[in-house]
């Protein structure tokens, strides 16, 4: 089992709708985890941080943690053009490294 | 305030060639990564440092080596470079490893070309 899965293909979604990306981890003990965002031929920028239970709201965007299920999710309300992007979930392995998963790539229609 | 910079941008290399990727970090951050990312995939951790002095392999550290002398620099070495060591390469850097913690500031990359 890989330590980070991000499984969804492409997700194309019409400007103003809600995007939402999934990640599940494997190691139970993990205790933090990132959002960060691509784009093409740049490198990755944190969006969102998470380390409890629940969901977290920064703007247009809501990370969800889930620590039985061992998921976390990320929500892009009112998708605009510039969040075409890469979207790579990132979890602490311990000592501040960070595993990552392949990243879901979003695609907002205008 | 630079933040991470990373240089070359570009390189392409010989098979068999050397190289040091330099990564420097003005924002005091006590702990330093090299990722690798390959086509369509996730980042994979190469090496990481926790303090000047101080590194420990990551996931994928066959073909590399690293040193921290300082806190500022965290260079990347090739040796001997394969075609498998095409890729992007990223250096990080972060604070230590204090609850709430773990947010990276990513350098702009090296795109290596091996051939």
């Known amino acids: 089992q890989k330590e980070v899965e991000q499984n969804s293909g492409p997700l194309s979604v019409p400007e103003g709708a809600i995007a939402s990306l999934n990640c599940t981890y494997s190691?139970?003990?993990?205790?933090?985890f990132f959002w960060y965002r691509q784009y093409s031929g740049k490198s990755p920028e944190l969006i969102m941080s998470i380390y409890s239970n629940g969901d977290k709201e920064d703007g247009r965007f809501t990370a969800q943690l889930n620590k039985a299920s061992q998921y976390v999710s990320l929500l892009i309300r009112d998708s605009q053009p510039s969040d075409s992007a890469t979207y790579l979930c990132?979890?602490?392995?311990?000592?501040?490294?960070?595993?990552f998963g392949k990243g879901n790539q979003v695609v907002v229609i205008p | 305030n630079a933040g991470v910079t990373q240089t070359p941008k570009f390189r392409i290399l010989k098979i068999g060639q050397s190289m040091t990727l330099q990564c420097t970090q003005d924002m005091n951050h006590n702990y330093m990564y090299w990722y690798r990312q390959d086509p369509g995939m996730g980042l994979k951790l190469i090496y990481y440092?926790?303090?000047?002095?101080?590194?420990d392999k990551g996931e994928v550290p066959n073909g590399y080596n690293v040193s921290r002398s300082t806190t500022e620099d965290f260079p990347l070495r090739l040796e001997l470079a394969a075609p498998s060591q095409t890729s992007v390469y990223f250096c990080?850097?972060?604070?230590?490893?204090?609850?709430?913690?773990?947010?990276?500031?990513f350098g702009s990359g090296t795109r290596l070309t091996v051939v």
């Open positions: 990132a979890v602490n392995k311990g000592n501040n490294r960070l595993a």
């Open positions: 190691d139970r003990v993990s205790q933090s």
């Open positions: 440092s926790v303090g000047a002095g101080i590194t």
């Open positions: 990080a850097s972060s604070y230590g490893n204090r609850a709430g913690m773990g947010g990276y500031t």
